[in-house]
């Protein structure tokens, strides 16, 4: 049994009364509905977050670490372990990095107290 | 529950906290908890990975896997420890590349895994589109951070018939994508892969270094794409939920970073910005006199001010002197006078790079202020003092139509009563324009290195 069909098996079982329906309409129900989420969720976004926000949506895409860590798991050749091996470093460095750099970035957001002669000659 | 259910679900939780991570990226107060749910996510959709089966068997391979995880691990916490806040931008340019390069990777690996024979055209569209889209992220985000690294010009690289040749790079590109839905082959595939780094390639070439940042924005959404056209091929929901987040929202992103410059996407993407100014720099620059002072001038002018506003650019980031202007705000601020900060949407190089810089040496985020924020504010300051940035104050942008950033929304310094400027050198700003402000007779100059510039003021408002 391929991958896919054991995804329109699925699609199929969760979603008994519509047992025609193409495998990949779930999969582009997904997609669309992703595609609102991503605007609306950063639609009032202060223009000084945005290098931040860059760089956390660049640690997300990290995911495909899952996509490459099935493939890898899955090869059967040299050339198909070779890829994978190399689809799990590039995404692990893109993982790992999105996040630190994200983090040490905000890091430096964080608002410290301020000293008290500061705080009296800012009034 | 059975074992697939359990790790569906974690990857429903990873999800969850992707989009959890976006909505807290924007906010200053809830970014930082943002992206901790958001590393929580990753951590645990990859640890639920582990337990992944296929046709009833578990995953092969584990102890490469792993070896290629540590050594990914090894590479980018030094890299994105270590890095320079002001590299920022080139860090980014890479960790998107990899997965750019990693997306394109899985596509193809996934393809040759499978029976070609037998395999639905949708499912051979979603493989070229992950190839096409990862590798193109891929090999631009390599040309952008060559860019940035100065490793190559950061001028737009153009020669003749350029858009002719990149609109043939980029058919042969949709004609391999065509030939693979009629007749999907291992070769053809493999030569999509090698278009579509040249695709890359050539689209970012010509693009002027000012405008990487958008670029990379826009490569970061690719990337997402990229992302998500894989999760269609392994039929994996995270990676759609995930890759689609990305791709929808950096295309916002970048809509909005442009926005910010003045300047349309298109306009960005296929001018060849650059190229066009350096002779309008080149007719504009003149002998014309420019009064500049000596930092005790400076130093009184400042210390009696009532409100002083400080216009940060690139140059400060440069010159390390974030904490230098830090301590002569403090040292202002103690003699009583009102000082801010005006921060143009994109001083520094990306939007929100000059406050982070800023935020690195503790300057109080109350003191940040947006540009709308700060412009009706600039006609009631006493002195403006620009360090180190110079397009986002340059009015051409409000009165010369001819001008390449006419239309971009700059920061009034012009409208203070004095403006100071520290500057290296007459040389013209990152777009390559003359800046009438500097010849305002308003305008004072104090030339010399933004820290050590910064260092005598510092001294001098003491001894004021």
């Known amino acids: 049994m391929t991958l896919h069909a054991i995804h329109s098996a699925a699609a199929h079982a969760s979603d008994a009364h519509h047992a025609a329906s193409h495998p990949i309409l779930a999969s582009l129900t997904v997609f669309i509905l992703s595609i609102f989420i991503g605007i609306e969720v950063i639609s009032r976004v202060p223009s000084l977050l945005h290098t931040p926000l860059m760089s956390g949506s660049n640690a997300i895409h990290g995911v495909i670490l899952v996509g490459a860590m099935i493939v890898l798991g899955q090869a059967n050749n040299m050339t198909e372990k070779v890829l994978g091996f190399f689809a799990v470093f590039l995404a692990t460095l893109n993982v790992v990095g999105g996040f630190v750099v994200t983090d040490r970035m905000l890091g430096m957001f964080k608002s410290k107290p301020q000293a008290p002669k500061n705080e009296g000659a800012n009034k | ?464």
Do not use: C
């Open chain 2, 1 to 464: 529950m059975s074992r697939q259910t359990i790790i569906d679900v974690a990857y429903l939780v990873a999800a969850i906290t992707f989009v959890l991570a976006l909505k807290g990226l924007s906010s200053p107060k809830r970014a930082r908890q943002g992206t901790i749910v958001g590393a929580v996510g990753m951590a645990v959709a990859v640890g639920a990975t582990f337990f992944h089966q296929e046709n009833g068997e578990g995953l092969k391979n584990i102890v490469p896997m792993v070896i290629a995880m540590v050594l990914g691990v090894v590479i980018a916490v030094p890299m994105s420890r270590f890095m320079k806040m002001t590299s920022m931008p080139q860090l980014i340019a890479i960790f998107n590349g990899v997965g750019g390069g990693a997306a394109a990777l899985v596509a193809i690996t996934e393809f040759l895994h499978q029976d070609v024979k037998t395999l639905p055209t949708y499912v051979v569209l979603e493989v070229v589109l992950g190839v096409l889209i990862g590798a193109m992220s891929f090999s631009g985000s390599a040309i952008a951070y060559a860019k940035l690294q100065e490793l190559m010009t950061g001028r737009p690289i153009t020669y003749p018939g350029q858009q002719i040749i990149n609109g043939l790079v980029f058919l042969g590109a949709i004609a391999l994508v065509v030939a693979l839905l009629i007749s999907p082959t291992n070769l053809l595939l493999w030569v999509l892969l090698g278009v579509s780094l040249i695709v890359g390639i050539s689209f970012v070439l010509p693009i002027g270094g000012a405008d990487v940042p958008v670029l990379i924005s826009l490569l970061n959404s690719f990337t997402g794409l990229a992302v998500a056209a894989s999760g269609f091929t392994l039929d994996s929901n995270v990676l759609i939920v995930a890759g689609t987040l990305v791709g929808a929202s950096g295309i916002l992103l970048t809509k909005m970073m442009s926005q910010a410059m003045g300047r349309s996407l298109p306009n960005i993407m296929f001018s060849a910005f650059g190229s066009a100014t350096t002779g309008a720099a080149a007719a504009g620059a003149d002998d014309r006199p420019v009064r500049s002072g000596t930092p005790d001038d400076i130093a009184v002018m400042l210390a009696y001010a009532r409100k002083v506003i400080i216009v940060p650019g690139y140059g400060l980031a440069v010159a390390q002197a974030q904490h230098t202007v830090h301590e002569l705000a403090q040292s202002l601020q103690s003699r009583g006078i009102e000082v801010f900060y005006a921060i143009h949407p994109v001083a520094g190089r990306m939007p929100g790079h000059m406050n982070v810089l800023l935020a690195e040496a503790n300057v109080p985020y109350s003191e940040l202020k947006e540009m709308d924020e700060a412009n009706p504010e600039m006609s009631t300051a006493d002195v403006v003092l620009v360090v180190g940035a110079n397009d986002t104050v340059n009015p051409a942008a409000k009165t010369s139509p001819g001008s390449p950033i006419y239309g971009m929304p700059i920061i009034n310094a012009d409208e203070a009563k004095q403006i100071v400027f520290l500057k290296r050198s007459m040389r013209p700003g990152f777009a390559g324009i003359e800046n009438e402000l500097l010849y305002d007779p308003k305008t004072i100059l104090l030339f010399g290195d933004a820290k050590d510039s910064l260092g005598k003021l510092v001294t001098a408002v003491k001894q004021a």
